[in-house]
């Protein structure tokens, strides 16, 4: 099946290629209107229904966070924005003396086939001391999945789709797609 994944993430493409490679995944480097919401069903669900009216086809979209147990979820659906601001190192600062380092990732894919479906995912795990690891994209250097003493930074992309949110929504997406 021919799907456009619209997207400005190179990291989150690679890794949803690889495990949809039955399917034929067209990036479109595009963006949305993100809005200002309390949750990533929010954001996607409004982006799905702009770019609906813009591309033919199956159209699919993730938005995705970090939300970090002592900070209240922070930065949650900022995540993007957080990223670009103030990065790994700056996250790292804010958890200085923090002993509750527990986080979780959370992944909400919409695909268009006429109507909108969400496929969710999440995976619990924590903030590390410091920045490990040269893989993957964005917070991975900073997490570690639960179970785990590398962060999503020390892994191939392979071993995170195991274990990761967005990882978990795809295989959803996957079921529903019946292959
Ligand atoms: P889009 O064009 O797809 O929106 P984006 O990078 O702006 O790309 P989001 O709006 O979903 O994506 O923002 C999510 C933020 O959280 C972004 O800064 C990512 O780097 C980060 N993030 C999401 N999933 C991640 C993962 O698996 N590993 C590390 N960081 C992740």
């Given amino acids: 099946m021919k799907i456009y994944f619209v997207t400005t993430n190179t990291g ?8 949809l490679s039955e399917h034929e995944i067209i990036r479109k480097d595009m963006t949305y209107p993100e809005i200002q919401a ?3 069903e929010e954001v996607a669900d409004f982006g799905m229904e702009f770019l609906s009216k813009k ?4 159209i699919m979209l993730e938005d995705s966070g970090l939300f970090i147990n002592a900070l209240n979820g922070f930065p949650g659906v900022y995540s993007a924005y957080v990223f670009k601001s103030i990065g790994n190192e700056g996250i790292i600062k804010l958890m200085a003396g923090i002993e509750d380092r527990r986080a979780y990732f959370k992944s ?9 479906r969400f496929f969710e995912g999440e995976c619990n795990g924590s ?5 490990r690891g040269e893989s993957g994209f964005g917070y991975d250097p ?12 020390e892994m191939e992309k392979e071993e ?6 967005r990882g978990m929504a795809v295989l ?4 529903f797609l019946r292959v």
């Fill in 12 to 19: 989150k493409y690679e890794e949803v290629k690889k495990m």
């Fill in 38 to 40: 309390d949750t990533l």
């Fill in 127 to 131: 903030i590390s001391e410091n920045v």
């Fill in 55 to 58: 591309l033919d086809g199956k």
């Fill in 142 to 153: 900073i997490f570690i999945p639960e179970g785990e003493a590398r962060t999503f930074g």
């Fill in 108 to 116: 909400v894919i919409a695909f268009y086939d006429g109507k909108v």
């Fill in 160 to 165: 995170k789709n195991r274990y990761s949110h």
């Fill in 172 to 175: 959803k997406l996957k079921k």
